[in-house]
């Protein structure tokens, strides 16, 4: 394993330790007054400026230069099947931009698997918790799969998931017009 692919492995491990340990916030956008999803916040970006000084300092220890301009860059490269990331950027962002009230279990982004503990959304009396499964690099609907659990054990409402996999659907369409836009 060379050095550069090492740095990237540990980039993105340090990514998903910072991400999960960012808390929980609110998601007026899906269980608030509105029923717009939210608009990214100061600690999106502020996430964002992380992710790239840290993979600026990993450069400068490990003495290569890339010409990447964007974490998600690392998911494109390499010709290693096994390697390659299969799951759609916006996606993967606008899940735990939606969901950002559940604390996060466990992450893989190689599977595009998100899998959160029990959280209570704003304004509700309900605690859920979620496993989503981003199965394809499309921004499409057939590509996001939403698992609800209420902390009672019972069967969530289809209409609850649908709401939440449509709320992420819009999100990851912001985001990706946001991108153009720039």
């Known amino acids: ?16 330790i910072s991400v999960s340990a960012c808390g929980t916030g609110i ?9 717009e999803p939210s608009i990214p916040s100061e600690a999106t970006a502020d996430r964002r400026e992380r992710a790239l000084a840290q993979r600026a300092a990993l450069e400068r220890a490990s003495g290569e230069q890339t010409n990447q301009s964007s974490i998600f860059d690392l998911f494109r490269t390499g010709d290693d099947p096994n390697t390659t990331v299969e799951v759609n950027k916006y996606l993967w ?5 939606v969901l950002n009230f559940l604390p ?6 190689f ?6 503990g029990f959280g209570t959304p704003p304004g509700g009396g ?13 921004l499409d609907a057939r590509s996001l799969k939403v698992a609800l659990q209420s902390s009672g054990g019972g069967a969530v409402d289809p209409g609850t998931v649908r ?8 999100r990851a369409r912001q985001l990706r ?3 153009a836009n720039l």
Do not use: C, K, W
């Not at 998601?27 to 029923?35: D, P, V, W």
């Not at 962002?93 to 931009?97: E, L, N």
């Not at 996060?104 to 982004?109: A, G, L, T």
């Open 1 to 16: 394993m060379n050095l550069h692919r090492l740095a990237q492995v540990a980039l993105i491990g340090g990514m998903l």
């Open 27 to 35: 998601a007026s956008g899906l269980f608030g007054r509105n029923a």
């Open 93 to 97: 962002v606008a899940a735990q931009d």
């Open 104 to 109: 996060i279990e466990s992450v893989d982004p």
């Open 111 to 116: 599977t595009g698997v998100i899998v959160t």
């Open 126 to 138: 309900r605690a859920y918790r979620a496993t989503i499964y981003v199965q394809d690099p499309a």
């Open 163 to 170: 709401a939440i996999e449509d709320a992420i659907l819009t």
């Open 177 to 179: 017009i946001q991108d």
